[in-house]
């Protein structure tokens, strides 16, 4: 059965670092992308970027570009998501997902809420 | 990339069908067969319903169905039972080689 395990909810503070996870099982992790998508309290989903774990090949939405790193681990076949300075506009959901084809998301993690204030 | 555009809400009585239209551009829906619909209920994960335009993963029912026309895929759902009421977004493939959603539909079930 395909899994995927995110990390549990942050708090931080503006200018602060984080990096969440998303840890993946029940298929083979590096034949597959894996990606992250963001929800703003009470607004839609955005399409943050993919990253394909066998190669490191990482694919960004222009409009996330340089905003957030993706990066994978695949010898635990882990995912993670990082920001290295947060703004209280980085608060939201964040959730892991696995796109097939670097297209369709068919498995979703249980996201991960991330609030930034002062 | 902008969002796709879809109305922000349908309803429809138990039963009758509505359609959730989705609008591209020619750097994503009108270039690839390659668009996906998810089901959001309030407060869980999204769900995906259709892929590829007009496919069913297993376990989601028939009354869901996908097409798609130059820049523009819509969602029917058909039989509409209040169990469909949630937020639906599209998603497609893009130009840049990356994906971008809709900006979501409320689904009321009156």
């Known amino acids: 059965e395909v899994q995927l395990v995110q990390s549990g909810a942050e708090v931080k503070k503006p200018g602060e670092s984080l990096k969440i996870s998303c840890k993946a099982s029940?298929?083979?992790?590096?034949?597959?992308?894996i990606g992250w998508v963001r929800q703003m309290p009470g607004k839609g989903l955005e399409w943050l970027g993919i990253?394909?774990?066998?190669?490191?090949?990482?694919r960004y939405s222009p409009s996330f570009q340089g905003q957030v790193t993706i990066s994978a681990d695949k010898f635990i076949s882990t995912a993670y998501l990082q920001w290295s300075s947060l703004k209280a506009s980085d608060s939201a959901m964040y959730y892991c997902?696995?796109?097939?084809?670097?297209?369709?998301?068919?498995?979703w993690g249980q996201g991960t809420l991330v609030t930034v204030s002062s | 990339q902008s969002a796709l555009t879809q109305p922000p809400s349908v309803s429809g009585s138990p039963g009758q069908s509505v359609t959730i239209s989705c609008t591209g551009t020619?750097?994503?829906?009108?270039?690839?067969?390659?668009v996906s619909w998810y089901q959001q209920p309030p407060g869980t994960a999204p769900k995906l319903m259709i892929y590829?335009?007009?496919n069913r993963p297993s376990g989601v029912p028939d009354r869901f169905s996908g097409s798609k026309s130059g820049n523009t895929a819509s969602l029917t759902i058909s039989g509409l039972q209040a169990e469909d009421e949630a937020d639906y977004y599209c998603s497609s493939y893009t130009s840049s080689s990356t994906g971008v959603f809709g900006t979501g539909t409320k689904v009321t079930v009156l």
């Open positions: 029940g298929y083979s992790f590096t034949s597959y992308w």
């Open positions: 990253i394909f774990p066998g190669d490191s090949d990482t």
């Open positions: 997902a696995r796109p097939l084809a670097a297209d369709y998301f068919d498995y």
């Open positions: 020619s750097s994503d829906v009108g270039s690839y067969n390659r």
């Open positions: 590829e335009v007009s």
